[in-house]
């Protein structure tokens, strides 16, 4: 009896919606993170009768007897929406308004991204995230400063005592992906090149195709609460209804074995 295993199989696809969905809710609050949305594949068909085979001299079956064994989680897609934008009041935190990725250095020498702007100065002065990882390209604050402005395009300035001008340390850059749902996921806000995102192209923000920043915000979750309560519920009763598909293909076989 197929029912019993087509049923097992979408009980165990809305247990992987809500395993999503639940890290959506999660993560309402983590700075710049993207909701992910899970997607489903139907499974191979059992051809009992295929359609267009023939039945005759001149004719054929219109539709034929296609039965379905399940379905499986074909993919787990991040929604890359633009987040609501926080004030902070920290100078070095940066929110990206739209495209674009902070690159960072990993303690491997290898290059990491981000959209998580909450950027501190280390004790040897420069920016880094808050897991201490240095941002590219360096910039380093010098002791003393008085105020740090960061322009739209990434220029970096300070004012120190003693100079009324201000002085350019250097200029942050942004990278971008052609598939940005194929970044590896490393956790800490933190996301890695893969063969499916392809190769980062790097460019001072402002430059077509690139975001700009905002110095003193930080981009929000863009996880909308309401849709993913929606989203749950909606997930709660499919299983429900497969595991009442179990429980009548239960008493379907019950009701076999007691013949006589």
Do not use: C, H, W
Not at 12 to 41: G, H, P, W
Not at 61 to 89: C, D, F, H, M, W
Not at 115 to 120: A, E, H, L, M, N
Not at 185 to 194: C, V, W
Request: glycine share 12%; charged share 15%; proline share 4%.
């Amino acid at each position: 009896m197929r029912t019993l295993s087509i049923a097992a199989t979408g009980m165990l696809a809305q247990q992987t919606n809500v395993d999503v969905i639940s890290n959506n809710i999660a993560n309402m609050n983590t700075t710049a993170y993207k909701k992910q949305r899970a997607e489903f594949q139907d499974l191979l068909y059992q051809q009992v009768s295929r359609p267009g085979s023939s039945t005759g001299a001149d004719t054929r079956v219109p539709a034929g007897i296609q039965i379905g064994s399940g379905v499986k989680t074909g993919g787990v897609y991040r929604i890359n929406e633009q987040g609501a934008l926080t004030q902070t009041g920290n100078p070095y935190d940066l929110a990206i308004q739209g495209k674009g990725y902070f690159q960072v250095t990993m303690p491997d020498g290898s290059t990491a991204y981000t959209r998580d702007g909450s950027f501190q100065v280390s004790d040897q002065g420069e920016l880094v995230t808050q897991d201490g990882y240095p941002v590219q390209p360096g910039v380093t604050i010098p002791q003393g400063a008085l105020d740090v402005t960061i322009s739209k395009t990434g220029l970096v300035e300070v004012t120190v005592a003693g100079n009324t001008q201000p002085q350019q340390l250097g200029q942050l850059q942004l990278a971008t992906f052609m598939n940005e749902s194929g970044l590896e996921a490393k956790g800490g806000n933190l996301f890695l090149e893969t063969a499916a995102s392809g190769q980062p192209t790097v460019a001072s923000p402002g430059d077509t195709g690139m975001g700009t920043l905002t110095q003193g915000f930080i981009e929000a979750s863009n996880v909308n609460p309401v849709s993913e309560i929606t989203s749950l519920i909606t997930a709660q009763r499919a299983y429900e209804m497969n595991s009442r598909v179990v429980k009548t293909a239960d008493e379907m076989l019950a009701t076999t074995s007691q013949l006589r």
